[in-house]
């Protein structure tokens, strides 16, 4: 484990990946993996669709979107990985797949990226068992996002559109009144629908007494 982790130990054993592991299968784990960190600042791309990787990216601080953009230039988002959370985890492991994604950094971040893919020739035992079976539980939660996407993109309407991620969010943040991550281009961009179209039919939700929202924090009425 290079020195430089030494400080954002603290945080990645917060991790899902490193969940019920001790400190020293954690580092042992670290070094197996050849883990290593990078700053990026905002708009930098870390990955882009195209290329092949060995690594799996952890935010540690920050966060970064995952997209995808056409040979037209247009782009969509596909989720928002905060800190704590992790993308190319399947690229990684299978470490020939063309990435079909770009990851940009939403907000100046620190990421953690570990050489995932070692675990398949490496003995199943000890710590790598613990690796594994929170790699499975990690696949499963993302299923469960990108499912959750294609719910939100597949009413017809736009304002179909804002009430399906609206209703997620409030169910997951337990309350009818919270912040969603996205600015409006973002939030446009997620819902695969025109920033211009999605803050017109906002203004008419808003008069039509369905919500009240300031920039990116929304109460349901």
């Not at 400080?7 to 917060?14: E, G, H, V």
Request: aromatic share 8%; proline share 1%; net charge neutral.
């Amino acid at each position: 484990m290079g020195k430089d982790l030494n400080s954002d130990i603290t945080q990645i054993s917060k991790t899902a990946l490193f969940a019920e592991m001790t400190e020293t299968e954690i580092k042992d784990a670290l070094r197996a993996f050849g883990a290593h960190a990078r700053n990026f600042s905002k708009g930098e791309q870390i990955l882009r669709a195209g290329d092949t990787i060995r690594e799996l990216g952890i935010v540690l601080s920050g966060s970064v979107t995952i997209e995808n953009s056409d040979l037209w230039g247009n782009r969509t988002i596909l989720s928002l990985a905060g800190a704590g959370d992790f993308f190319a985890e399947v690229y990684a492991v299978f470490g020939d797949e063309p990435l079909l994604i770009d990851v940009c950094a939403n907000e100046d971040c620190r990421i953690l990226f570990l050489r995932i893919g070692d675990l398949r020739t490496q003995k199943a035992e000890g710590w790598q068992n613990k690796v594994i079976r929170n790699l499975l539980l990690i696949s499963s939660r993302k299923n469960l996002t990108l499912s959750g996407r294609a719910f939100h993109t597949s009413p017809k309407t736009i304002r179909g559109r804002i009430m399906a991620y609206l209703d997620t969010m409030a169910l997951q943040k337990q309350s009818r009144e919270f912040d969603i991550p996205f600015d409006r281009q973002q939030m446009a961009d997620y819902l695969n629908v025109e920033r211009t179209a999605l803050s017109k039919e906002l203004g008419k939700m808003k008069r039509d007494g369905m919500i009240e929202f300031t920039r990116n924090h929304f109460r349901i009425l």
